[in-house]
């Protein structure tokens, strides 16, 4: 296992269509965290998974995105009807459970223009 | 609500010189820190994490301590090199409703010149 994978890396979409993003997390990491990030600021929480179950969603995270995590494996990120606002890299990352003692390893990311 | 700022926000600087990067949290209950590099366009590779019973963490030319009392870290680069240049960002892992999520501050944009 080399890490997180993100696919695709890069997206070109038109205003008004539907992209789906995947994540891959590290196999034994049993949580699994979407973020997104514009130009010149730190990444924004926006979902946040414990094995298949979606625990957190953040209010950036409006009624057009949606995330799944099927049986606790892989994750996907939906946005349906894009906008220039959804214009972003969008990373995700994995952690194991432990007490206190949390590490986030992050995907490459992928970079979503909308055009 | 917690509030993470990193300080400065740009920094040039020739190589060799040590620097410190700064980064502020308005909450001091924290479970963990964690210092990240983003190259750009890139994902982020983590660099140091420090644990809420620690106080500093090294790894090779970077030591980075940890004082929640007064809701600071620092990054510590010794010996800069042009390779160093990238953003770096300052994280905090704060529990909310008992699941724990990473706080991000904006980042510090270093460049280190030959």
């Known amino acids: 296992d080399t890490g997180v994978s993100q696919d695709p890396r890069h997206k070109i979409t038109k205003r008004g269509q539907n992209v789906t993003f995947r994540c891959d997390p590290i196999?034994?990491?049993?949580?699994l965290y979407w973020y997104r990030q514009t130009l010149g600021q730190g990444p924004e929480f926006l979902t946040y998974f414990q094995n298949e179950a979606q625990l957190e969603k953040s209010r950036l995270l409006s009624d057009r995105f949606s995330a799944e995590r099927p049986k606790g494996s892989f994750s996907t990120l939906e946005i349906q009807r894009t906008e220039q606002g959804d214009s972003a890299m969008y990373l995700c990352?994995?952690?194991?459970?432990?007490?206190?003692?949390?590490?986030?390893?992050f995907g490459s990311g992928t970079r979503l223009t909308v055009v | 609500k917690q509030e993470v700022t990193q300080i400065p926000a740009a920094l040039s600087v020739p190589e060799g010189e040590n620097l410190v990067l700064n980064c502020s949290f308005t909450?001091?209950?924290?479970?963990?820190l964690q210092w990240f590099r983003q190259d750009p366009g890139k994902g982020l590779t983590s660099l140091l994490l420090i644990q809420s019973s620690q106080r500093e963490q090294t790894s090779g030319r970077l030591n980075a301590s940890l004082d929640k009392s007064s809701g600071r870290s620092t990054l510590y680069i010794a010996a800069s090199q042009p390779g160093d240049s990238a953003t770096y960002l300052c994280a905090v892992v704060k529990g909310s409703g008992g699941y724990n999520k990473l706080i991000f501050g904006a980042g510090t944009r270093l460049a280190v010149h030959p």
């Open positions: 196999s034994e990491h049993n949580r």
């Open positions: 909450d001091s209950a924290i479970y963990n």
């Open positions: 990352a994995s952690s194991l459970e432990a007490e206190h003692n949390y590490g986030y390893t």
